[in-house]
């Protein structure tokens, strides 16, 4: 076993070096190059945020000041100069900066591989292998980041934040709309094919969860996000998409939309209004009027803290509300369901640009008993490598934005301050969100003579 252990760790440490050697690495996963590929680009992703979480922790700026000899002001060593200026390297500059090493990154691949259509193109094999040299350009961009001046760096890229993260929320959405989909059409089938009638009662047990969600969510938000002579933008914000959330869940069930599309029904439109509910609460959050925002340990402690003139404690980051925990979750899922989906939905394969293509091959199992990953994409990509790596620069905006709360800062203060912008680009992004899903659903009946199945 431990000469086993031994050579699996050489092999492996060679999947480091090129793509080759993992497709005949006995000790790799039996699965496709293509999810492998993905999986490992998306770890990329996770370890930035992971680290970007460190550096934002409250209390990271003085503990690094007690190392000796380290941080400008800090504690210092007889005859060596502190060099290091700790306000850059944690809190809120810190993320901004491997935000942009991580965007840029994954920008550089998108524009690498434009028009890749099989692994046999000689680009594919800087995406599916060379992975120490890939790590090594990306710790090259991430230290570049760290000598950027500050002056009005933070400011243009929290902008460029807001608008990448608009499209990041689209693209969740379109995520979840392709996972719904997957999941009724996967238990229908499953129900259909057994006669087992648990799987429809699970699929209506899970509907009826996710309306009763919804429902108890937008009673919360009039209770506690809204005020009789005030917050008329919520009232707004929390009826408005209410609204489209019943038209939507009604449009999902009617004759011709069924008739069109069989697995079409309420679980999707269930798990889209709340979606919709939580991309509402996330605005409602980033309202500067703390009136109609209360902090989630006000609401329960019952502590009322109402923001008063001159009060600049509320104008620093909460780095770790209830929001920005939500975001992460929903921000790993859908991550990490980008790496690993195939969907059979024609039109989400359009919208996220997956080709579809590839060979329906298997691990193969070699002599030594051990399973390999085999290369799919020799006749087609199964994915837009372009589009894959602009998905992952966008999501590298909004990981951004979520650890610093959509506040923009000021450096002159060094305090971040919440703006309505943000509450409008959220709140906008599930209107475009709750239309793409509509367009899914009256999209075959509009235009009965294409395909999409």
């Not at 969740?172 to 129900?191: P, R, T």
């Not at 038209?247 to 269930?270: F, N, Y």
């Not at 803290?305 to 909460?318: F, I, L, N, R, Y």
């Amino acid at each position: 076993c431990i000469v086993k252990g031994g050579i699996c760790s050489v092999k492996y440490a060679s999947c480091l070096c090129g793509s080759a050697p993992c497709l005949l690495c006995g000790c790799c996963p039996s699965s496709k190059n293509s999810t492998i590929t993905r999986l490992v680009f998306s770890c990329f992703l996770l370890l930035g945020t992971f680290v970007s979480v460190i550096m934002i922790l409250p209390g990271m700026e003085t503990q690094l000041r007690k190392i000796p000899g380290f941080c400008q002001g800090g504690t210092s060593i007889p005859g060596l100069e502190n060099h290091m200026n700790c306000d850059v390297i944690v809190g809120y500059k810190s993320v901004y900066r491997l935000g942009f090493a991580m965007t840029c990154f994954f920008f550089l691949f998108s524009v690498i591989m434009v028009c890749v259509r099989s692994s046999r193109d000689p680009r594919a094999v800087l995406q599916n292998g060379v992975w120490f040299l890939k790590f090594l350009v990306l710790l090259a961009i991430t230290v570049g980041a760290f000598y950027i001046p500050d002056g009005t760096f933070h400011t243009v890229w929290f902008y460029i934040g807001m608008v990448g993260s608009f499209l990041f929320i689209i693209i969740q959405l379109i995520l979840l709309i392709d996972f719904a989909h997957s999941w009724n059409k996967v238990w229908v089938e499953k129900a259909e094919s057994s006669d087992n009638k648990c799987w429809f009662a699970g699929l209506l047990s899970f509907t009826i969860t996710y309306y009763a969600l919804t429902i108890t969510a937008v009673v919360l938000f009039f209770i506690y996000y809204t005020k009789p002579d005030d917050c008329t933008e919520h009232k707004v914000f929390i009826s408005l998409n209410l609204i489209l959330c019943v038209i939507v869940s009604i449009v999902a069930i009617l004759p011709k939309i069924q008739e069109a599309q069989p697995h079409s029904g309420l679980l999707q439109s269930s798990l889209i209004s709340l979606y919709t509910m939580y991309v509402t609460w996330s605005a409602m959050t980033n309202n500067p009027n703390r009136n109609c925002n209360p902090s989630l340990l006000s609401l329960v402690s019952n502590v009322n803290v109402t923001e008063t003139p001159g009060d600049e404690t509320s104008k620093h980051v909460q780095w770790w509300d209830a929001q920005g925990i939500v975001s992460l979750v929903i921000f790993l899922f859908c991550t990490l369901y980008a790496s690993i989906r195939s969907s059979s939905n024609a039109q989400v394969n359009k919208l996220m640009q997956t080709e579809g293509g590839g060979s329906d091959v298997e691990g193969v199992v070699g002599e030594d008993g051990f399973s390999r990953a085999v290369d799919n994409e020799e006749d087609g990509v199964t994915y837009s490598y372009s589009f894959f790596h602009f998905h992952l620069c966008l999501a590298s905006l909004y990981i951004m934005m979520t650890l610093t709360n959509w506040y923009q800062p000021d450096t002159s203060t060094q305090a971040m301050y919440s703006l309505m912008p943000a509450v409008w680009v959220k709140m906008s992004s599930s209107w475009l969100g709750l239309g793409i899903y509509l367009w899914t659903l009256i999209a075959p009946v509009l235009f009965p003579d294409r395909d999409f199945s």
